[in-house]
């Protein structure tokens, strides 16, 4: 969505729509010992002022950004996307055949964009809501 800050897609009812956030410094990360993906040690990180949405994108927003720029995602450029492991059915974890090994939790999974949502949960999760797990 930070592609309307650099487009003529950009307007005024949209910039209202951002909070902006003054920067500084917090502690991040954990010492637990399963933490993953660079999670640790704790350290102190600054983070520039910067902007956000108020509230997420919708499947909505992001179609109507994708049509009037003519935008295609990477996803859809190479054919897959990587998809967290809790979210991927056994029947497609099967098929994967690489893995990052810096972050194996992260499975690339063929055609899985974001018009396929819909799709891809009941594919990954099978025919129950997604916070029944």
């Known amino acids: ?22 920067g500084g410094r917090f502690l991040m990360g954990t010492n637990e010992a399963d933490a993953r993906d660079g999670e640790n ?33 990477e996803a859809e450029s190479f054919g897959w996307s990587f998809v967290f492991e809790d979210f991927v059915s056994e029947e497609l974890k099967s098929k994967v055949t690489q893995k990052i090994e ?3 939790w992260w499975l690339p999974i063929e055609r899985a964009f974001w018009r396929q949502v819909a799709l891809q949960l009941f594919l990954a999760i099978g025919p129950r809501l997604w916070n029944e797990r």
């Open 1 to 22: 969505y930070s592609y309307y800050f650099s487009s003529p897609f950009v307007d005024g009812d949209l910039l209202e729509k951002t909070v902006n956030l003054p």
């Open 41 to 73: 040690p704790i350290r102190e990180v600054t983070v520039k002022p910067f902007a956000i949405d108020q509230h997420p994108v919708t499947n909505a927003e992001f179609r109507e950004f994708i049509r009037s720029q003519k935008y295609k995602t």
């Open 102 to 104: 810096s972050a194996p």
